[in-house]
């Protein structure tokens, strides 16, 4: 049973126009929220992250908002180049004694034109 | 260079052929995890640790086995491997887990291929 949704497998934006990725969750128990990039024959790369407590953090061109009642949350990039065509990962942890445990989606292959 | 690596990066092998896949940190990070990656179903945890002689199962645990002696080392073992285990194997490392500190750094991935 997914737990961490991305229901769109690709998103295809013209170069400096805005891309957001979207993420649904089912557990209410999820308090930590990530977001990883993976570039073709390499490892995923952190790329932004929000607690619960928060509804929005941004860093440089990458904003992401949680909307915790519609348990839901976004990734905005803007302006999107060339450079971010890759595949967005988004991932949720529930703390306590399962603080390890990363729940992924199953990914959204974004791919930036120019 | 602050790295995480994975041996072998590929291998071709047959069902039931016990192998191991070795993934090691040279950050000594405290948290350590496997992940698998497959078509259609992106990220899956398989196991991870917290620590030296700790570990706990993830997403999809079964016909794997972990152990975590050192700290550096966290190898992934297939005792009795399947064809359904064919997959893009990744390691991780962070100081201390995903949720305390951001910045997991992956290794560069083990494609597995069991006949």
């Known amino acids: 049973d997914q737990q961490v949704k991305q229901n769109s497998p690709s998103l295809s934006v013209q170069e400096g126009r805005i891309s957001i990725l979207n993420c649904d969750y089912t557990n209410s128990m999820f308090d930590y929220f990530l977001w990883y990039k993976k570039y073709p024959a390499e490892g995923p790369t952190f790329l932004i992250s929000i607690s619960s407590i928060k509804d929005k953090n941004e860093d440089g061109r990458f904003t992401v908002f949680l909307n915790k009642s519609a348990k839901h949350l976004s990734l905005h990039i803007v302006p999107s180049q060339p450079g971010d065509s890759a595949v967005y990962f988004c991932?949720?942890?529930?703390?306590?004694?399962?603080?390890?445990?990363?729940?992924f989606g199953r990914g959204t292959q974004l791919t930036v034109w120019p | 260079e602050a790295q995480v690596t994975q041996n072998p990066r590929y291998l071709i092998t047959v069902t039931g052929k016990k192998l191991t896949v070795t993934c090691s940190q040279n950050?000594?990070?405290?948290?350590m995890s496997w992940y698998r990656q497959d078509p259609g179903l992106g990220l899956r945890q398989i196991y991870y640790?917290?620590?030296?002689?700790?570990?706990d199962k993830g997403d999809v645990p079964e016909g794997y086995k972990v152990s975590r002696k050192e700290k550096r080392n966290f190898p992934l073992i297939l005792e009795s491997p399947s064809p359904n285990q064919t997959s893009l194997y990744f390691c991780?490392?962070?100081?201390?887990?995903?949720?305390?500190?951001?910045?997991?750094?992956f290794g560069p991935g083990t494609r597995l291929t069991v006949l």
């Open positions: 640790s917290m620590n030296v002689e700790v570990t």
């Open positions: 991780a490392s962070s100081l201390r887990g995903p949720k305390l500190d951001n910045e997991q750094f």
């Open positions: 950050m000594n990070h405290e948290y």
């Open positions: 991932a949720a942890s529930v703390g306590g004694s399962t603080l390890g445990r990363l729940y």
